[in-house]
Nanobody, 115 residues
Framework: QVPLVESGGGLVQPGGSLRLSCAASRRAFSINAMGWYRQAPGKVREWVAGFTTGGATTYADSVKGRFTVSRDNAKNMVYLQMNSLQPEDTAVYYC?????????WGQGTQVTVST
């Protein structure tokens, strides 16, 4: 089983929405300590959202109020609901341990916000 598989990306117009999914191997990851990251062209990877100790969620200022992270413990899945998308949200999105990502990264899922 591939440890991390992200999906759900695509091309969307500004103001649109997408829902990303992350399937995590139970043997390698605990979704209670996972989050989302993104890497835009020419930029370093940055964190977007994640679960903190106790199950609370935290968000980067740039996405606060627009993105929502959630999880399904039964399926070992993590999701990222993205609303009011803007061109600056264009990036490859990844899931990983949060707040300290591990060395393994999945292939990510491309999100492109454009007219």
């Amino acid at each position: 089983q591939v440890p991390l598989v992200e999906s759900g990306g695509g091309l969307v117009q500004p103001g649109g929405s997408l829902r990303l999914s992350c399937a995590a191997s139970r043997r390698a990851f605990s979704i209670n300590a996972m989050g989302w990251y993104r890497q835009a062209p020419g930029k370093v990877r940055e964190w977007v959202a994640g679960f903190t100790t106790g199950g609370a969620t935290t968000y980067a200022d740039s996405v606060k109020g627009r993105f929502t992270v959630s999880r399904d413990n039964a399926k070992n899945m993590v999701y990222l609901q993205m609303n009011s998308l803007q061109p600056e949200d264009t990036a490859v999105y990844y899931c990983n341990n949060f707040p300290r990502p591990g060395g393994y990264w999945g292939q990510g899922t491309q999100v492109t916000v454009s007219t």
